[in-house]
């Protein structure tokens, strides 16, 4: 749990999904894939097995380790986590509200104060003291800490002045309940509505969007908290409220025609060669942001590209992946490509039939959106040539890095980075880098832009350590102003490409504004930027 390296298990655990990781020994080449899933799965059920029949020795084991890391925590000064409720301390206050429902799946004890400021208590002296550090202390060691991941907002207690620290150990602190808190409630008749710029805010926006309901994005006249937001600004008779959605919406004043009206983005995501496969990962990361946020897709493969299907869309969104193979087919030269792992069918790209769609999709008013050394390294000058980009460096490992971003829509509802120390970063926010060289799972292109593309945002910092070795080569490579976000109109369309991982394991929540600011700009024209 100390380097978490973003693989799907470790993701699970994080959201309190318990995860059985299977292996089956083999010598590489000897054994078909059949062989080798049974083997995954007997070993499953002789996991399940072992369980049941050594079940008081496995909780006599857990035992003593609580009751070792208990007592740790009493003879330790008191320690303990703090986030806040209330927006005035907490811009994603809806997502704060997620990351507690996720330490009560794991059994973290929660308790809630109202002095002094309202705030939820996660004292450390617990017994799965580990863990609760694992999920929530963002130090550099811990490349996905919830609270930087979230967007939320966390106090070490020992980072708080003196004078407040006391207070807090004075408060009187109430065992919290998640589903006392978390119960639905009606919405107050209000001349309009705001709706927070987040995950949970874009997923019922979408829901609005697609009942009909108008739906103005807060962009250009913003000011404070509401920049970036969204206006309903004629409510319905009655708003489709759920345990999360009082959180992300709250009554305001606004005018008629205020923002720029919204309509349901038609997205087309690229889902065949390049991005499936030993590459699934960062499709099924794209499916699952787009799913989650309540927006509607179409999987396009490329023959429907090559056919020239994408007119039917307002963007197209390829996944993170391999910029060669999605352009020329699956590599053949690889062992993962070999006798007994031949990949299913032959090997067959866009070729140069789906370059020339793409780019008269864009030409003609579409949105490109492309991910990491797929969808993004596939935009720049050595691949398709659709951006003004060249690629830098590429599958530099894992960290979390900074990034500066630029005044622009795509950045809107971006909030100042509060660090877990107090102090406070304006103008940037940490993202998810990653790469994977030993599984050839390649990602993180840094850009370097042309003339003609803009960056709106770029590499300004890592948070990293060296002794993790999560990182290959430099980590000064990330404080050269390489770009991290790129845009770039072409003709009468857009382009948007992402060296971060935007989309990472249901898990940045914080940096899918990202995507769901250009879904939305898909479609409200070119005139904004």
Same mark, same amino acid.
């Given at each position: 749990?100390?380097?978490?390296?973003?693989? /799907? @298990?470790?993701?699970?655990?994080?959201?309190?999904?318990?995860?059985?990781?299977?292996?089956?020994?083999?010598?590489?080449?000897? #054994?078909?894939?059949?062989?080798?899933?049974?083997?995954?799965?007997?070993?499953?059920?002789? /996991?399940?097995?072992?369980?049941?029949?050594?079940?008081?020795?496995?909780?006599?084991?857990?035992?003593?380790?609580? &009751?070792?890391?208990?007592?740790?925590?009493?003879? #330790?000064?008191?320690?303990?986590?703090? !986030?806040?409720?209330?927006? @005035?301390?907490?811009?994603?206050?809806?997502?704060?509200?997620?990351?507690?429902?996720?330490?009560?799946?794991?059994?973290?004890?929660? =308790?809630?104060?109202?002095?002094?400021?309202?705030?939820?208590?996660?004292?450390?002296?617990?017994? @799965?003291?580990?863990?609760?550090?694992?999920? &929530?202390?963002?130090?550099?060691?811990?490349?996905?800490?919830?609270?930087?991941?979230?967007?939320?907002?966390?106090?070490?207690?020992?980072?708080?002045?003196?004078?407040?620290?006391?207070? /807090?150990?004075?408060?009187?602190?109430?065992?919290?309940?998640?589903?006392?808190?978390?119960?639905?409630?009606?919405?107050?008749?209000?001349?309009?509505? &705001?709706?927070?710029?987040?995950?949970?805010?874009?997923?019922?926006?979408?829901?609005?969007?697609?009942?009909?309901?108008?739906?103005?994005?807060?962009?250009?006249?913003?000011?404070?908290?509401?920049?970036?937001?969204?206006?309903?600004?004629?409510?319905?008779?009655?708003?489709?409220?759920?345990?999360?959605?009082?959180?992300?919406?709250?009554?305001?004043?606004?005018?008629?025609? #205020?923002?720029?009206?919204?309509?349901?983005?038609?997205?087309?995501?690229?889902?065949?060669?390049?991005?499936?496969?030993?590459?699934?990962?960062?499709?099924?990361?794209?499916?699952?942001?787009?799913?989650?946020?309540?927006?509607? /897709?179409?999987?396009? $493969?490329?023959?429907?590209?090559?056919?020239?299907?994408?007119?039917? =869309?307002?963007?197209?969104?390829?996944?993170?992946? @391999?910029?060669?193979?999605?352009?020329?087919?699956?590599?053949?030269?690889?062992?993962?490509?070999?006798?007994?792992?031949?990949?299913?069918?032959?090997?067959?790209? !866009?070729?140069?039939?789906?370059?020339?769609?793409?780019?008269?999709?864009?030409?003609?008013?579409?949105?490109?959106?492309?991910?990491?050394?797929?969808?993004?390294?596939?935009?720049?000058?050595?691949?398709?040539?659709?951006?003004?980009?060249?690629?830098?460096?590429?599958?530099?490992?894992?960290?979390?890095?900074?990034?500066? &971003?630029?005044?622009?829509?795509? +950045?809107?509802?971006?909030?100042?980075?509060?660090?877990?120390?107090?102090?406070?970063?304006?103008?940037?926010?940490?993202? !998810?880098?990653?790469?994977?060289?030993?599984?050839? +799972?390649?990602?993180?292109?840094?850009?370097?832009?042309?003339?003609?593309?803009?960056?709106?945002?770029? $590499?300004?910092?890592?948070?990293?350590?060296?002794? +993790?070795?999560?990182?290959?080569?430099?980590?000064?490579?990330?404080?050269?102003? $390489?770009?991290?976000?790129? =845009?770039?109109?072409?003709?009468?369309?857009?382009?948007?490409?992402?060296?971060?991982?935007?989309?990472?394991?249901?898990?940045?929540?914080?940096?899918?504004?990202?995507?769901?600011?250009?879904?939305?700009?898909? #479609?409200?024209?070119?005139?904004?930027?």
């Amino acid at each position: 749990m100390l380097s978490l390296d973003g693989r /799907f @298990d470790l993701d699970l655990d994080l959201h309190g999904t318990p995860v059985a990781l299977t292996e089956s020994a083999r010598t590489p080449g000897t #054994q078909t894939w059949q062989d080798r899933v049974e083997q995954k799965v007997i070993a499953g059920q002789s /996991f399940l097995e072992c369980c049941l029949e050594w079940k008081d020795e496995l909780l006599s084991t857990q035992h003593k380790v609580w &009751l070792e890391n208990s007592q740790r925590g009493q003879e #330790q000064p008191s320690e303990a986590m703090i !986030i806040p409720k209330e927006r @005035d301390e907490q811009d994603a206050v809806a997502l704060a509200e997620e990351l507690i429902e996720i330490l009560s799946q794991h059994g973290i004890q929660t =308790y809630s104060a109202e002095e002094p400021f309202r705030s939820w208590i996660i004292p450390m002296g617990q017994p @799965d003291r580990a863990l609760i550090r694992s999920m &929530l202390v963002s130090e550099s060691w811990n490349l996905n800490s919830l609270p930087p991941a979230f967007g939320v907002t966390s106090h070490a207690l020992t980072s708080l002045p003196s004078p407040m620290q006391e207070k /807090f150990r004075r408060a009187r602190l109430d065992l919290f309940d998640p589903g006392e808190e978390r119960r639905p409630v009606k919405a107050a008749a209000a001349e309009g509505w &705001l709706v927070d710029n987040s995950a949970v805010g874009v997923s019922l926006v979408n829901e609005l969007l697609q009942k009909g309901i108008e739906v103005r994005w807060n962009v250009l006249d913003a000011t404070g908290n509401e920049e970036g937001s969204f206006i309903v600004p004629s409510p319905p008779a009655q708003l489709p409220l759920d345990v999360r959605t009082p959180r992300v919406i709250r009554p305001a004043k606004v005018r008629k025609d #205020q923002g720029i009206s919204l309509q349901p983005c038609r997205i087309a995501l690229y889902s065949d060669q390049g991005v499936d496969e030993r590459n699934r990962v960062f499709w099924a990361d794209s499916s699952s942001a787009l799913s989650r946020m309540n927006f509607t /897709f179409d999987a396009v $493969y490329a023959r429907d590209i090559q056919e020239g299907k994408l007119a039917e =869309y307002d963007a197209l969104l390829i996944p993170g992946g @391999d910029a060669y193979e999605i352009l020329h087919g699956w590599r053949t030269d690889l062992q993962f490509s070999k006798a007994p792992w031949e990949l299913p069918g032959s090997s067959q790209g !866009i070729g140069e039939q789906g370059v020339a769609k793409i780019r008269e999709f864009v030409e003609q008013g579409g949105m490109y959106l492309g991910i990491g050394a797929g969808g993004g390294a596939l935009a720049a000058k050595e691949y398709m040539r659709l951006a003004d980009v060249s690629i830098a460096a590429h599958t530099l490992g894992k960290a979390r890095v900074i990034i500066r &971003l630029k005044k622009h829509p795509l +950045t809107a509802g971006a909030r100042p980075y509060r660090m877990q120390d107090g102090s406070v970063r304006h103008g940037v926010v940490p993202a !998810i880098y990653f790469s994977e060289s030993l599984l050839l +799972t390649h990602g993180g292109p840094l850009f370097e832009t042309g003339g003609a593309a803009e960056s709106i945002a770029v $590499y300004e910092d890592v948070d990293y350590e060296p002794w +993790t070795k999560l990182l290959i080569g430099d980590p000064a490579q990330f404080r050269k102003g $390489y770009s991290a976000i790129v =845009y770039q109109k072409q003709g009468k369309g857009r382009v948007v490409l992402y060296g971060i991982s935007p989309d990472f394991r249901a898990t940045w929540l914080s940096t899918y504004r990202f995507l769901s600011n250009a879904l939305f700009l898909a #479609q409200v024209g070119s005139d904004l930027v």
